[in-house]
């Protein structure tokens, strides 16, 4: 090694010993680098070196301060004993503070576990504290899942309903707590396991709320159905105090009334939307909507109210038979409506107008339908009029709910002619009591008293005598004022009809006159119609009955003005759509034909006693008896007919000519008779004198001689030709307008001649004349060319 190295690492010595030396607690770097440096041997040598240098200076020192060490040893010795006793008081000390600490180090044990245990609790509680909102709504949310509450129903006097009392569980609020749970607790203990089961359970709690929730709202459905007549009741009810207070209110909505001090609703006082609690449907339909399910809410109630409808419009069976029933189904279907009306206005969409309208609509025309149907059965005037109050006040307070009514309306004008026909079968009845009891005999009054009584009743506008003597006869019979009394009641009872219905006085006018009309022309003229078949009315009592339509015909001026009175129109003079002289014209037709056939059984009674001798040889020289008889009948008879118009008169007179032409025809003609003489002819002859005689002496007034005599024309010409035997002209002139015999048909008079051939045989052999033989030659000469025309087809 150079020296110059050598130099060098004992510098670096050095420099590692003024360090060692320097520093007194830290020699490790230094210790370090001499180790790294492979130096250590080397600087142990310089290390020795240095301790004797040092060793060398405290022996120098020490001789230097000897003395003064001699001092410090003994004050060391002192110091020893000292610390000696210093010690023995530590020692001592030590123990007894090691004893103390024994209590502290268990006490501070504890406390530490204390401190641990605090801290846990702390963790815990505060755990608890999020997780107890958690259990506290889920306990809650049980609750009110399995709580139960009741809902009551108003009805009337405040009382409930038992079969209204629902009891729903509170899914409303439960799922408001579910909502609460779900977003607000949940998420704060989502690392515990019974977070996650929770939250599982959720879905299936909304389920459950869901199903809930629609079966609460079917039984609502269901129960509210059989309160719906209880609504529409009140409705009514509330319509009719207020028109009776109020017409205006009309066309407006049902408001609410003010409450009764106190606080207190009665049934008075609450509207019919009040009447119902209405939360089931809105705590169904909020359900519906937080749990998205909205559409099917709606799709459920809107099906389940249109099949509810469908029940409510069905009438009860025989519900023609009584008011309650009619009631019971309008107030029904009233009650069904104005709830659906209160569900479109406060239902937040649950349904539209439009589907409230297509159901109106359909309801409608199935309530028109029914009450056309039931109302068509109602024989019972009185029950009409109580079912138009009732239909009329059932319209005002749909349209006061905005409902339209027009066909309502138009079914109370049906039900107006149904009534009308109504009153007209209870007043057949009338008048047949009238009738039958009559005895068809002018009234006789004794005194002042009835015969005032008797103007009173009815109207007669006659000229009287200033003097009147009792007995008084009037021309007609107590049926004439009856039956005027009787169609007054029957004005009276129209007009009860048209009370409240808004009618004008024109209508009601034209109304009451028109089924006056009916009355008279219809259902009186039928009752007397079917009293003139009646076999035990006799020919002057069907007299008396056409007298007294006259009469009654001229009173038709005073109901006209008595109708005017009561409705405030002016009087028309004539009944509308029908003249005074054609009232009972069909009633006086059927007199007429009834007297026709009166008068021909009349007639037949005395044909019937004809005893002819179809073989006489010469005739009486005067008409048969009972021609006599039957001729002073009709003179009497058609005497009596002064008081019936004179066509009728005429129409009888022309009828009893006509049936005994043609029974005297007949009687001639009859196949039984199979012999005719000459003799009988001429007797035949006289009978028909005597009856042109009467055709020819004006039985009736007024009535042409022709025009009976020509009833007579045929027999009166087959009677010429066989008397007068003028078979040439009859042949020369036949088929011709200008012809003597023109309505003498050969066939006829192939007939008569046969049996004038067999009316001669009696005497053709016995009396073997020249004459006769003549005769009978001619006779089937006669007989053969009548034959031949007889052959020629008509018109030929």
Not at 113 to 133: F, M, T, Y
Not at 317 to 346: C, K, P, Q, W
Not at 430 to 455: G, N, S, T
Request: proline letters at 4%; a negative charge.
């Amino acid at each position: 090694m150079d020296m110059s190295n050598f130099s060098d690492v004992n510098f670096q010595h050095d420099l590692y010993l003024q360090e060692i030396e320097g520093i007194d607690d830290y020699w490790g770097p230094t210790f370090r680098a001499i180790f790294d440096n492979d130096e250590h041997v080397e600087f142990k040598k310089k290390l020795e070196e240095r301790i004797k240098h040092h060793d060398k200076d405290i022996e120098r020192l020490c001789n230097v301060y000897y003395q003064g060490f001699i001092e410090s040893v003994r004050e060391l010795l002192e110091v020893r004993s000292q610390s000696n006793k210093l010690n023995n008081q530590v020692v001592s000390l030590d123990k007894q503070v090691h004893v103390a600490a024994q209590g502290i180090s268990k006490s501070g044990a504890d406390l530490l576990q204390a401190r641990k245990v605090q801290s846990n609790i702390a963790v815990v509680i505060a755990q608890l504290n999020l997780c107890l909102p958690v259990f506290t709504t889920y306990s809650k949310l049980q609750k009110q899942i399995a709580e139960k509450k009741v809902n009551k129903l108003w009805c009337k006097n405040g009382f409930c309903i038992d079969f209204i009392n629902i009891y729903f569980i509170r899914y409303y609020p439960a799922l408001k707590t579910l909502e609460e749970l779900e977003h607000l607790h949940l998420p704060h203990v989502a690392n515990y396991r019974f977070s996650h089961q929770l939250q599982e359970n959720i879905p299936k709690y909304r389920e459950k709320i869901e199903a809930a929730s629609m079966s609460d709202l079917k039984d609502f459905l269901e129960n509210i159905r059989k309160f719906s007549p209880k609504i529409g009741e009140v409705a009514m009810r509330h319509t009719s105090e207020q028109l009776a207070s109020d017409p205006t209110v009309i066309g407006r909505k049902k408001k609410r009334l003010a409450p009764q001090p106190g606080g207190h609703f009665s049934d008075e006082d609450l509207s019919a939307q009040e009447l119902i609690d209405f939360s089931p449907i809105y705590r169904g339909l909020h359900i519906a909507h937080v749990l998205g399910r909205s559409s099917t809410f709606e799709t459920y109630y809107r099906a389940e109210r249109t099949k509810q409808a469908r029940l409510v419009l069905q009438p009860p069976t025989n519900m023609h038979e009584s008011e309650e029933s009619y009631r019971t189904y309008i107030h029904a279907v009233l009650g069904f409506f104005i709830l659906e009306d209160h569900v479109l206005n406060t239902g937040r969409g649950l349904i539209t107008k439009a589907f409230l309208e297509d159901m109106w609509n359909m309801a409608l025309s199935k309530i028109v339908t029914a009450l056309q149907t039931n109302t068509a059965y109602c024989t019972d005037a009185t029950l009409i009029l109580r079912i138009k109050d009732l239909i009329m006040l059932f319209c005002t307070t749909l349209r006061n709910y905005g409902y339209s009514v027009k066909p309502l309306w138009e079914l109370i004008r049906e039900l107006r002619d149904h009534y009308t026909e109504v009153l007209m079968q209870r007043w057949v009845q009338v008048f047949r009591e009238i009738l039958c009891k009559e005895d068809f005999q002018p009234i006789e009054v004794p005194d002042q008293e009835q015969f005032d009584h008797i103007f009173l009743s009815f109207p007669w506008d006659s000229d009287l005598p200033d003097n009147i003597t009792f007995p008084y006869s009037f021309p007609f019979s107590s049926m004439v004022p009856k039956v005027y009394q009787q169609v007054k009641e029957f004005i009276y009872a129209c007009l009860k009809f048209s009370e409240d219905l808004n009618l004008s006085q024109v209508e009601v006018d034209e109304m009451i006159r028109k089924s006056m009309n009916l009355l008279l022309t219809r259902t009186f003229s039928g009752c007397l119609s079917s009293t003139f078949r009646s076999p035990h009315v006799n020919l002057q009592e069907m007299v008396q009955i056409i007298v007294d339509t006259n009469y009654l015909e001229d009173a038709n001026i005073y109901l006209d003005q008595f109708i005017s009175n009561i409705t405030g129109e002016e009087s028309r003079g004539v009944t509308t759509g029908v003249s005074q002289s054609v009232m009972f014209r069909v009633a006086r037709e059927d007199a007429v034909k009834q007297i026709c056939e009166k008068l021909k059984q009349k007639i037949n009674e005395f044909l019937e006693l004809e005893n002819y001798d179809w073989l006489l040889v010469e005739p009486r020289g005067h008409a048969s008896s009972y021609i006599s008889d039957l001729i002073a009948f009709l003179q009497t008879t058609f005497q009596s007919f002064t008081n019936i118009p004179p066509e009728a008169a005429e129409v009888a007179c022309r009828s009893a000519c006509q049936h005994i032409a043609e029974s005297l025809f007949s009687m001639l003609m009859n196949d039984e008779i199979k012999q005719i003489s000459m003799g009988a002819l001429n007797q035949l002859n006289l009978d028909l004198l005597q009856c042109e005689l009467f055709a020819a002496s004006e039985p009736v007034k007024g009535l042409q001689e022709d025009t009976l005599l020509s009833h007579f024309e045929k027999l009166r010409e087959i009677l010429d030709l066989f008397i007068s035997w003028d078979w040439p002209t009859y042949f020369h002139d036949y088929a011709q307008e200008t012809s003597k015999y023109k309505k003498v048909n050969p066939d006829i008079a192939i007939v008569l001649l046969e049996k004038l051939k067999e009316g001669d045989k009696k005497t053709m052999f016995t009396v073997l004349k020249k004459s006769e033989r003549d005769k009978k030659k001619l006779l089937e000469t006669v007989l053969k060319q009548l034959r031949q025309l007889s052959q020629i087809p008509p018109g030929k």
